[in-house]
């Protein structure tokens, strides 16, 4: 079964100032998607960045960008110039392929505080 | 306006008592999904579901049923048999690779 982990229960970070989350994650398969997902206080789900496996170049969307190593399976996420509005859980996820069932699995989270 | 639509948003029941979960899209998607989030935690695959009449069991299916007999709509059904019924529940589809979420239930057995 597809695992997904994210070792850091809580990371803390100075308004400005950038910081990086890490995902680790287990598949069998070739071709995947990742995602980073956000929710704030309001619990609404908010998609932050994707990155299908195929795509050697990483995926980056403004202030939010990935590093993502394939053949270590390791996804994570850096937030740069952090603002007050990022604080909010952030979970990875890991989606088979059609063929393979789309089944969506999520991390356990991290949680972003941002210090002003 | 497009979008996923989840009812009710809050919701108590007596213990033993079965309640159903109400997912409605009109975005068109064929895949949808169930999650339940504890407090604190990550979201846990419930079901999931490809195309109509059509469903697979997700990691945390114990205790829980859903039917899909319309492309629209995913009802989960959360069973007496469900040990620790009370979370927050969350349904959203997926299309173009993008997951879309409902807003929420939030399901208190007292």
């Known amino acids: 079964a597809q695992t997904v982990t994210q070792s850091q229960p809580e990371m803390s970070v100075q308004e400005a100032e950038t910081v990086t989350l890490s995902c680790t994650y287990d598949?069998?398969?070739?071709?995947?998607?990742l995602f980073w997902y956000k929710q704030p206080p309001s619990r609404q789900m908010i998609l932050v960045i994707r990155?299908?496996?195929?795509?050697?170049q990483n995926a980056t969307e403004n202030r939010f960008s990935v590093n993502f190593q394939k053949a270590a399976k390791s996804f994570s996420l850096k937030i740069s110039d952090s603002q007050l509005g990022d604080a909010a859980m952030y979970f990875c996820?890991?989606?088979?392929?059609?063929?393979?069932?789309?089944?969506?699995?999520f991390g356990g989270g991290t949680r972003v505080l941002v210090k002003p | 306006d497009g979008g996923i639509t989840q009812s009710p948003k809050y919701l108590f029941r007596k213990e033993g008592q079965n309640v159903t979960l109400s997912c409605e899209q009109n975005?068109?998607?064929?895949?949808m999904y169930w999650y339940r989030q504890d407090p604190g935690q990550g979201l846990r695959l419930i079901y999931y579901?490809?195309?109509?009449?059509?469903?697979q069991k997700g990691d945390i299916a114990e205790g829980y049923s859903v039917s899909r007999e319309k492309k629209e709509s995913f009802p989960l059904t959360v069973t007496s048999a469900q040990k620790n019924p009370t979370a927050f529940y969350l349904c959203?589809?997926?299309?173009?690779?993008?997951?879309?979420f409902g807003e929420g239930s939030r399901l208190t057995v007292l």
């Open positions: 579901s490809q195309i109509v009449n059509d469903f």
């Open positions: 996820a890991y989606r088979d392929p059609p063929a393979a069932g789309n089944k969506l699995t």
């Open positions: 959203a589809s997926l299309a173009s690779g993008e997951l879309f």
């Open positions: 975005l068109n998607h064929d895949a």
């Open positions: 990155q299908e496996a195929y795509k050697q």
């Open positions: 598949t069998s398969e070739s071709d995947y998607y």
